[in-house]
């Protein structure tokens, strides 16, 4: 049954007929044009009467079989014509389908090189999707590698045709401050659906709107649609489902974001030496970037764009000026969320190795306080995947601890240590206060406390007042 339906798929897509019906109607075909012919050849000749005879003789008998077996001869060059056609077809089309196959392995091929730590191996992947592009039929080498921004502010009035103009607004709006950055320097051929869901997610982390990620994905879609009807691309990898669910739970999440932070600092330690241990050449660096966002509230982007001239360690104070972001070409850096600098205590136990970082990055004060292993930037992403967090927070027990949950954890212990709200949304940069008084949640002791003070002050009311005491007269 299976076998059977699949080859039906593949007749309809060739738009073959099945043999018995093109046999027949080969057949009836056949038969009607031989029947024009003669009915032409006897109106041509002025045919009035067929003379008949009652004996058959030889010679007649010979031209009826002579004219049987040419009309045998006839049906089996018909049959053998129809099926030549057919083989022909399916051949067409495997090879077709053999040269697509080819197609995607070279492209994928390309595709893994691109993200190789190794320059050369880099510039072989950009070098063989220029031969990919030369290959590619009916496409040109140019927009075959054209980047998603260059391709989108090209195609916009098309992709955007048919909306009202209250919807243009947000939806230009998503395309410029938030596609753009994150996945303009993409060539439109190289952007995945999995590229797609992580920018998602990197939207839903930033806390953005429900409506403003709706809208900046809807603008995605119609610049996407619009390179597969250009046959850029043969399926649309920005039709992402499942983010609503994830929103959902982020926002669940910052409800009470003190479930997201560590217990204690030895948990912390133990999770930047396992993070270490399981990252390539055991690079330190990865378990000292995650304790310092873990005592510092820091993003990590805003990690990454740290300077060694934005600490004072006369006072130990960290200004916070700008962060890492993605952007047209890589990575790059820009101002932090809140556009405003924002100043962060540097405790007592992350010192010596704040000290020690700065040493080894030298006298520049415009050198990175923190690096990769080859001294580039550094993202949230390149964490993940250079300590294989996901697989590593699992082991310890903790599957669903992110990275931006190391900024709820240094939030968590500065409340915890009776940070005053006003100072604490300071550290954090947070826009709203409501936001940061979500960290001050009471543990049962403070509930108790908090009971024992009033019951203490209820009881100095109900305490009568002291008497005056007596005046004493002297002669």
Known sequence: MFR?????????????WKVGRALVLTFV????????????LVVLLDFQEIDTAAKLDAKTLFDLVKLS????????????????????????????????????????QAVDKLGSDSPAVRLGGVHALAGLADDAPGLSPSLATMKLAEYGNANMDLALRGLELKTLDPYLSGWRTRVVPALGHLAVRMITNGAVDR??????ADELSRSTIKNTIAVLVRVMEQAVRDGIIKVNPARVTGWQKLYKQAEDELLDPRALALPDWETLVTLADALVAASHDEYRGWGEVVIFA???AARIGEISGCRVGDIDTTQWIWTVRRQTTPAPGGLSDKGTKGKRARKVPIVEEIRPLVAQRILSAGPNPDARLFTGPR?????????RDATHWDDVVTKLGYEHLRRHDLRHTALTWFADAGVQV???RRIAGHGSLTTTQRYLHPDVHKITAAGAAISAHFNVLRAPRSLPSPIVMTR
């Open 69 to 108: 077996f040419g009309v045998v001869a006839g049906a089996g060059a018909l049959v053998a014509l129809v099926v030549a056609y057919r083989r022909q077809r399916l051949d067409e089309a495997g090879a077709h389908r053999e040269a697509t196959r080819l197609h995607t392995e070279r492209f994928s």
């Open 29 to 40: 075909a056949a038969v009607l044009v031989a029947g024009g012919v003669f009915y032409g």
């Open 294 to 296: 873990a005592c510092t």
């Open 375 to 383: 001294g580039g930037r550094i993202s949230t992403a390149v964490l």
């Open 199 to 204: 920018t998602v997610q990197n939207w839903i």
């Open 4 to 16: 059977r339906r699949s080859r039906s798929l593949n007749e309809r897509e060739l738009r073959l």
């Open 422 to 424: 006003h100072v604490l």
